[in-house]
């Protein structure tokens, strides 16, 4: 079992800047891929950022892409998502999830039903 704690959500202004963390707990974390999705009210949980268990690849949802980003210590047990230049379609629950990758380093996942354990969210908002 890995629990994951998001925090760092908020209210803030359009071109603001925000950075989430999410702290896991429960299994050695270098072992799993982790990702951040977010849900807008009223719409589906959609893939946000992905990042390997070695933190040597990522990826992005187009729609952030160029400014967010996503990286991880794996002394901390800790992935983060770092926000910039927030517009008001940006607000969301954003959530964190995990899923094991024993066999490669480099792998990273943007499918929802690619991962095991999730978070229970932090709230994004952000006002024009």
């Known amino acids: 079992q890995v629990q994951l704690v998001e925090s760092g959500g908020g209210l803030v202004q359009a071109g603001d800047s925000l950075r989430l963390s999410c702290s896991a707990s429960g299994r050695t974390f270098s072992g799993y891929a982790m990702g951040w999705f977010r849900q807008p009210p009223g719409k589906e949980r959609e893939f946000v950022a992905a990042?390997?268990?070695?933190?040597?690849?990522?990826y992005y949802g187009d729609s952030v892409k160029g400014r967010f980003t996503i990286s991880r210590d794996n002394v901390k047990n800790t992935v983060y998502l770092q926000m910039n230049s927030l517009k008001p379609e940006d607000t969301a629950v954003y959530y964190c999830?995990?899923?094991?990758?024993?066999?490669?380093?480099?792998?990273?996942?943007?499918?929802?039903?690619?991962?095991?354990?999730w978070g229970q969210g932090t709230q994004v908002t952000v006002s024009s």
């Open positions: 990042i390997s268990r070695s933190g040597g690849s990522n």
């Open positions: 999830a995990a899923v094991g990758t024993p066999y490669s380093s480099n792998s990273y996942y943007y499918r929802r039903d690619e991962y095991t354990y």
